[in-house]
């Protein structure tokens, strides 16, 4: 199987919360990240979390890690029609300067 | 701060030729990292450049190969292109050890 795995599309109504669920199988991931792409755009960085904890919030964005069960999922708040995009769930060893990143999870916002 | 650029936007080639790409790293950034993402799927290594030396490498041919320049600066090269060779092209940029930022990608065509 894919050393990250995310469900590949996600639709919700503007102003409800989107959760995006990502597995990965490395144990020795120290890095989590979550990046967004929108069309015919590069990755942006949205957040990234240490392996060491369980939770990050920054603005809508919120991030829980399950270090037990490899589970790591974004949640966005008030989902806009702007937040329609890809989202990349990537990991990395401390060892490694280089993420492994999953397919891709597809937002779609609607009114 | 410009951040990561990449040229071309695009490019379209036939199979058998070459293509050489290029990217600009972040200001203050030293390292630089090359991505093909096909299309559906998460960016997929090809190497890295540290100090004007491939530090690390992906699971790619050796048709793939790059290099980095004194300011940094970086060129990826594919010979003998084939159909499959199709994708984007993402540049990574970072400073050493640090997390990376993405340039908006070169979309290379083979037909």
């Known amino acids: 199987g894919e050393d990250v795995e995310q469900s590949l599309f996600l639709s919700v109504r503007e102003g409800d919360s989107s959760v995006i669920n990502c597995t990965y199988t490395?144990?020795?991931?120290?890095?989590l990240y979550w990046y967004k792409q929108e069309p015919g755009a590069g990755l942006q960085l949205l957040t990234y979390?240490?392996?060491?904890?369980d939770m990050k919030q920054d603005q809508r964005l919120t991030v829980l890690l399950n270090k037990k069960d490899k589970h790591l999922s974004l949640r966005i708040a008030d989902t806009q029609t702007g937040d329609s995009a890809i989202y990349f769930c990537?990991?990395?060893?401390?060892?490694?300067?280089?993420?492994?990143f999953g397919r891709g999870t597809s937002l779609i916002v609607h009114p | 701060d410009a951040g990561v650029t990449q040229s071309p936007t695009h490019l379209i080639k036939t199979r058998g030729q070459q293509v050489t790409l290029r990217c600009s790293p972040k200001?203050?950034?030293?390292?630089v990292s090359w991505y093909q993402q096909a299309l559906g799927q998460g960016p997929q290594f090809i190497f890295q450049y540290y100090e004007e030396e491939e530090r690390q490498r992906g699971n790619f041919p050796d048709r793939f190969s790059g290099h980095q320049f004194p300011n940094y600066s970086s060129e990826l090269n594919v010979n003998a292109l084939l159909l499959g060779d199709s994708a984007l092209y993402l540049c990574?940029?970072?400073?050493?050890?640090?997390?990376?930022?993405f340039g908006p990608g070169t979309r290379l065509t083979v037909l």
């Open positions: 979390i240490f392996s060491n904890m």
């Open positions: 490395d144990s020795s991931s120290t890095y």
């Open positions: 990574a940029s970072s400073k050493q050890g640090d997390e990376q930022f």
């Open positions: 200001s203050g950034h030293d390292t």
């Open positions: 990537a990991e990395r060893t401390g060892g490694s300067y280089i993420p492994t």
